[in-house]
C-alpha cells in the first residue's frame, strides 16, 4: 500500500490532478496492484523555501533514498 508525497512549487489545481493520476496509473502498473490501494498527497512549498524545506533535507539528507537525482544544485 504505497503512498506517494510530491513536493511541488507552482501548479494549479489542474495540474496537481493530472500529475496524482499519471503517478497513481504508472506505480498501479510497475507494482500490478490496483489504483485503491495507492494514496497521494501533493505539498505546495514556496520556490523561496525550496532549499531549507525540501533539497537539504529530503534531498542532500537522504541520498540513501534518493532514486532519481536531480540535474540542479542551488546552492
Known sequence: MPHIIVKIVGQSEENKKMIAEALTDTLSKSLSISEEFISLSIEDILKEEWVEDVY???????????????GYDPL
Not at 537539504?56 to 536531480?70: A, F, S, T
Open 56 to 70: 537539504k533535507p529530503e534531498i542532500m539528507g537522504k541520498p540513501d533514498n534518493l532514486y532519481k537525482k536531480p
